[in-house]
């Protein structure tokens, strides 16, 4: 094989690589290191209550600061932190960190707030997630009944038993449990119904053309004859608003209101939200 040959080999793997296998080489290598270096941070995104507008609690989204490429979003590394198993020892953060970030909340006032961690397939499977979710809210004294998890249908079809089993664990520990991205797997709410769910989050696709989907309304009245809480995500406008007012919808997370952010501007966010109104004409003179 001649010289150029190879060459031309090694450019062919080249382009032909995959963007999803460039990321990996370019952010495989440092999460570890970030890990270790905690250049993690969680982002907070309010969730809001339909019936008054209060600010009821928030979803907590995890962020990568790269000393080099700045921000990067959890749909680049998180992909990657699950492949190579760096996802367990992230995850455990998520959840310590929520937990602490709550109790000093409510430490501040902010009793009623709750927040939620999305968890990932492989830290859904390992077998000491309940008892690692039990130790952080000893450690940090928090009330179970703030905490809930979001599990996405994917979660739910594997291993049935196991599922339902760790599910029912962590109910009677007293967290709160959610289905995320609803209507993007291949789940019904006819199979949703063996699981002890308490929410269901309509995926942003979905709730983005409200107005013309009959899809987002029948979910909604669906879901409320099973009793289960509907938050839509990604709202953006006030159509979207009252179109879910409507279908009778009980809470939203969507730019319109906030996007996620840092947790003392959250605590400010809320205050500032859920204060009682001021009447609109205050005269002093
Ligand atoms: P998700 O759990 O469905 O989170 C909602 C995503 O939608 C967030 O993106 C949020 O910023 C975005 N969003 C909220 N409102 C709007 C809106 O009105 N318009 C638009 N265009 N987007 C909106 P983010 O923070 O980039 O997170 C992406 C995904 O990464 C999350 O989707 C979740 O699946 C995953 N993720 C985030 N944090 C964690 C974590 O701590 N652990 C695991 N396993 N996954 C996480
Ligand atoms: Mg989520
Ligand atoms: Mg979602
Ligand atoms: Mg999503």
Redesign the pocket.
Known sequence: QSKEAAHNGYRVYNEVMSESFRAYLTLGGGLRTAIEECQFE??Y?PKIRLSDEFTVGA?????WRHPELGMI???RF?PI??ESGL?LP??EW?IREACRQLKAWQMQGLEQVSVS????SR?FMHPDLVEMVRSALDETGVDPKYLEL?L?ESMLMADANETVEKLHAFRKMGLNLSI??FGTGYSSLAYLKKFPIQTL?I??SFVQDLGVDAIVKATIAMANSLNLKVIA????NRQQIDALVGYECQEV????FA??MASDEFSAYMQQSNAPHQPALQVIM
């Open positions: 969680l982002y995104q979803e907590a989204l995890l962020r979003s959890p749909d998180i932190a699950e996802i992230l995850g998520v961690v999305n968890l990932s830290q979001e996405t995320d991205d989050k995926d942003r995500e990604g709202v953006e997370q969507g730019f319109l996007k996620p």
